[in-house]
């Protein structure tokens, strides 16, 4: 990771803890910090600090890849809800492991 990169994830995480303990205590952000949290208050969260969680740990492997910015939580939730619909068996099929005893054949 660059030296840049990991200054840019290290402003990243420091903006999520703040957003976590629920205190921001600074009046000075970068752009795209302020895009992110526009984008974090548009999103309807019911369980905002495990989804916070898993999205900082998501855009930690993202710019360890070598993204220059993090992506935003909309864009990260989009990715997820497609692998999730990727996994959904075809045509409402159940796998083994899933089915109850009495409904095995």
């Known amino acids: ?19 976590l ?3 921001i205590q600074r009046g000075a952000f970068q752009t ?3 895009e992110i ?3 974090i208050e548009s ?5 905002p600090g495990s989804v916070l969680r898993q999205y900082q740990e998501a855009v930690q492997r993202q710019m360890e ?3 220059s910015l993090p992506m935003k939580l909309s864009e990260y939730m989009a990715s997820s809800r497609a692998e999730l619909d990727s996994r959904k068996p075809v045509g409402g099929e159940r796998s ?10």
């Open 1 to 19: 990771m660059s030296p840049k990169n990991a200054s840019v994830l290290a402003q990243f995480d420091r903006l999520i803890q703040e957003l």
């Open 21 to 23: 303990s629920g205190s």
């Open 32 to 34: 795209w910090e302020i």
């Open 37 to 39: 949290l526009l984008d």
């Open 43 to 47: 999103c309807e969260l019911s369980h």
């Open 65 to 67: 890849t070598g993204a």
């Open 96 to 105: 083994p492991s899933v089915m109850r005893k009495g409904n095995r054949r």
